[in-house]
């Protein structure tokens, strides 16, 4: 059966942005990411390195849910199902995308920024969106203005998020989790670091779960 996006997200505290540049980091990284409690991953195809490290993560770290992020056009959709993923993220929303992603049996997470990418997006269907970029679009008080009119939409804002804003998208009604980067940083990887990324998560989902048990579940 297709799994809904918004019931995926649900299950995420945040969803890590992941972009493998060596193809020998992606499991034990994925694997750091699960231990801290963060099982939802989304993996960006910008790298040559992206599909095998998808492959990988997928046959060897147990219980994680996996995503192919940056996906642009049908070829990408694609390789991403041919790898295994179970999701996938794209930064737009384009007639094409959304025709591929209606017969495909993954589910989708298309980047909306204005009210038209909103309506297009609800026009088929869809009811879950990324809200992208979401810092240069306005952040957390753009979307909610955004909301207001489309109350049935939830989101997952990603980019320019971080531990110090996440609260504010967080504290909306309409979102469901976010995404970002921040929680593999370059530096961690590079050292191989997999005690202090799986810190890093752990110390996310506890601030993630006091804020949410402050406000009442979402
Ligand atoms: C992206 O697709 O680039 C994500 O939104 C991650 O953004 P970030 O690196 O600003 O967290």
Known sequence: MKLSIRDLLMQAPVVPVIQISDSRTAVP??????????????????????????RNIIAEVDDVVVGAGTVLNAEHFSSAEEAGCQFVVSPGLTEAML???????????????????????????????????????GGAAALKALSGPFQSAKFCPTGGINLNNMQQYLSLNSV???????????????????????????????????????????
Do not use: Y
């Open 29 to 54: 990284l994925a694997r750091a990411l699960a231990q801290g409690g963060l099982k939802v991953l989304e993996v960006v195809l910008r790298t040559p390195e992206s599909l095998a490290a998808i």
């Open 99 to 137: 025709k591929t992603a209606a017969q495909s049996s993954m589910a989708f997470l298309p980047g909306v920024a204005t009210a038209s990418d909103l309506m297009r997006g609800l026009d088929s269907g869809l009811d879950t969106f990324k809200f992208f970029p979401a810092e240069t679009s």
């Open 176 to 218: 469901l989790t976010v995404g970002g980067s921040w929680l593999n940083p370059a530096e961690l990887v590079v050292a191989e670091d997999w005690a202090g990324i799986s810190e890093l998560a752990r110390h996310t989902c506890e601030r993630v779960s006091n804020s949410s048990s402050a406000q009442g579940a979402r």
